[in-house]
Nanobody, 125 residues
Framework: QVQVVESGGGVVQAGDSLRLSCTTT????????MHWVRQAPGKEREFVAA????????YYADSVKGRFTISRDNTKNMVYLQMNNLKPEDTATYYC??????????????????WGQGTQVTVSS
């Protein structure tokens, strides 16, 4: 079983930056693509960013392109989401999710295999 744990959320002002972190425990030797997904109150979950195991393939939602950067350090078993120039509309619970090898991944689906509990990001205007 794989567990996913996010951290780094908080309350910031518009224009500020924040970095979210995500780690996995359990079967950490498996290569899985990692994702960030967010959900604002009253809205459906929204894809934010995804990164392949090697880091060679990255996807972003149009709404965060140029402001957010996903990265990973496989030596530390960590995935990051650097969020710059935050806007009030970025307010949401941010989830880290992993896709098992061979499962669909990226921006075409939200049906990932393993999910964290979420971390809250609040951006005030």
């Amino acid at each position: 079983q794989v567990q996913v744990v996010e951290s780094g959320g908080g309350v910031v002002q518009a224009g500020d930056s924040l970095r979210l972190s995500c780690t996995t425990t359990g079967r950490t030797s498996i290569n899985y693509p990692m994702h960030w997904v967010r959900q604002a109150p009253g809205k459906e979950r929204e894809f934010v960013a995804a990164i392949s195991w090697s880091g060679g393939t990255i996807y972003y939602a149009d709404s965060v392109k140029g402001r957010f950067t996903i990265s990973r350090d496989n030596t530390k078993n960590m995935v990051y989401l650097q969020m710059n120039n935050l806007k009030p509309e970025d307010t949401a619970t941010y989830y880290c999710a992993a896709a098992a090898p061979g499962s669909p991944w990226g921006l075409s689906t939200l049906d990932y295999d393993y999910w964290g509990q979420g971390t809250q990001v609040t951006v005030s205007s």
